[in-house]
């Protein structure tokens, strides 16, 4: 018990030391949780980018081209999907739902998708997370425009305000333009921490609508225009589409489903499960996971050599109190034992408050965290391989009260007794 007041008190008369000491320890710890949990978090809101989603159907390129163009607004689509084809698959018996994607539109430099009510519906994220609008109505009429929350932070818009999309571009401000057929916000969605926030809805209506006077990929003139106003739905024709969403009825038919697809006849189609692939093209981003866990590794190591020298140096100011023990009998195996002691102490408050600082810092910036950068905190708070770097921290630090033990054991009983002028 008297070494455990020795230890105490000798902490306490370094106490700006020990709490320097602490701090490295606490912060190192605190980023090496925060990087395996920022790392959970980015793959549960990568992989649930889109969820309940049995199939994504587009016309034949690769997997990874596919969920990317659609899902992530990155890239574009080699081919589209003729109106029949998707009529003719959205009509099979197994086929709960689906959901429309036309591409090829821009706005500023975000994309513009058109699809239609079963987007609102339907579409799903992060598990059972649907799509919600901050104000407004969804847009369904021709002329009718929803936005995602980054493009309204981004450009200011309010409900009403005008939007003229540019033609064949899904980056950039675009040199051929819809000027002559503007659209009218009617909707703003809610943050989602996804793509969804990066992108312009309209109807499949509003996309045929504005291409309708166009002709092999040019603008019509003045005379050949045609007036919004001429414009109903009963005279648009849908031809075509980029992609397009499913869910089945069972999951059982799923696969047999997706065969199916891809064996189409009347033309080449690529069916593909959306969480598949993008566990798929998660495990190929492993090595940027690895480079942070060895940076993190690396600071912990950091706060372990903090440790080591302010115990080390500590030991050089203790030489008489080292001495004196060991003048009134207690040995090395009891010197061993309490510097092993304040080593063990320093380590577990260092994880305590650094474990801490960690949980209460998630805790206060997970909405804004999920929000601003997709980070969507699920899951328990501490797993086991967390628990197994706590233990590793700890049992390291004993390690590290080893050495200054060794020195203390090893300074002859005068050393700390003379007088050193």
Known sequence: MIFLKLAFKSL???????????????????????????KRAAEEGFTQSISQTDLLVGA????????LYTVFNMGSAANNISWKSYEDLKSKNEIEW??????????????????????YEHYRFRGNSKVELIEGSPALDIWDVVIGSDVQ?????????????????????????HDDKPFHVTGILKPTGTALDQSLYISLYGMEAIHMDWKDGAAPNKANALNPNQISKENIKIDQITAFFLRTKSRIETLRLQREINNYNE??????????????????????EQVLRVISLMV?????????????????????????LRSIGAGPWRITTLLVFESALLSLLGITFGLSLELSGFFILSGWLEEQF???????AINNMDLLYLAATFIFGIFVGLIPAYRATQMALKDGLSVRI
């Open 60 to 67: 034949r390129t690769g997997p990874l081209n596919l969920i």
């Open 98 to 119: 689906t959901i429309p994607y036309s591409l090829g539109d821009g706005h500023r430099g975000f994309r513009v998708v058109a699809t239609d009510q079963n987007f």
């Open 300 to 324: 912990l190591a950091v706060g372990m050599a903090s440790m080591l020298s302010s115990i080390l140096a500590g030991l050089n100011e203790r030489r008489r109190e080292m001495s004196i």
């Open 374 to 380: 997709g980070f969507y905190m699920v899951g328990n």
């Open 153 to 177: 932070k981004k450009l200011g818009y309010k409900l009403g305000d005008k939007v003229v999309i540019a033609h064949g571009v899904t980056h950039g401000q675009g040199i051929q333009m």
């Open 267 to 288: 033309e080449p189609l690529l069916a593909i499960i959306p969480g598949a692939t993008l566990a798929d093209l998660w495990r190929s981003l492993s090595q940027i």
């Open 12 to 38: 306490n008369n370094r106490r700006f030391s020990t709490f320097l000491t602490v701090a490295s320890i606490a912060l190192s710890v605190a980023l090496l949780l925060s990087v395996e949990r920022t």
